[in-house]
């Protein structure tokens, strides 16, 4: 099944959401195959966000992610990018349905709690994990009661 990249920021974890967030993406079916306490560095940040390298939100961006420890994790289910965005909300927490987790727990556009690969940029998720996690980090496994959440299970 597909997996894509999601993280708790510096603000979330700070707000002790990590384990709020963890439970909407396991309540909702999603299995974890990876998961990591970090704080990351400068090189990272510039290496995760270098599609904003030129935005003037730049290095407000990186000083805030490097400021604090992230939780960062593995989901995988079927269509797991899209289906966790869509849990993610927009990008700016004001703009979010309440439901999804920036529209339930943000207010404001630099402090949004947390990440996800985004499912219009093709591959995002599989670069973003490549860039967080060696493959050994992540873990192959069916998790119990799969069977109750897909009709049909793949094995
Ligand atoms: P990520 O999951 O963090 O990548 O968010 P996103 O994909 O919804 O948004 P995007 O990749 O466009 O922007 C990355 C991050 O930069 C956002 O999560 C915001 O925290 C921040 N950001 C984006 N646009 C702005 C802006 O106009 N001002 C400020 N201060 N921050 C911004
Ligand atoms: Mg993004």
């Known amino acids: 099944d597909e997996r894509t990249f999601v993280m708790v920021k510096p603000d979330g974890v700070n707000r002790g959401l990590i384990g709020e967030i963890v439970s909407r993406f396991e309540d909702r079916g999603l299995q974890l195959v990876g998961a990591k306490f970090i704080q990351i560095d400068e090189e ?40 966790v965005r869509a849990m993610v909300g927009e990008t700016d ?37 490549d860039l967080f996690f060696d493959d050994e980090e992540l873990v192959d496994w069916t998790r119990s009661g799969t069977t109750w959440v897909y009709e049909d299970v793949e094995e």
């Open 44 to 83: 990272l940040a510039h290496e995760h966000y270098g599609e904003h390298a030129d935005k003037p939100f730049f290095d407000g961006l990186v000083e805030f992610i490097t400021s604090d420890p992230v939780f960062a994790m593995v989901w995988e289910g079927a269509d797991a990018t899209r289906q």
């Open 93 to 129: 927490p004001a703009e979010s349905a309440p439901g999804t987790i920036r529209g339930d727990f943000g207010l404001d556009l630099g402090h949004n709690v947390i990440h996800a690969s985004d499912h219009e940029d093709e591959g995002a998720n599989v670069r973003e994990i």
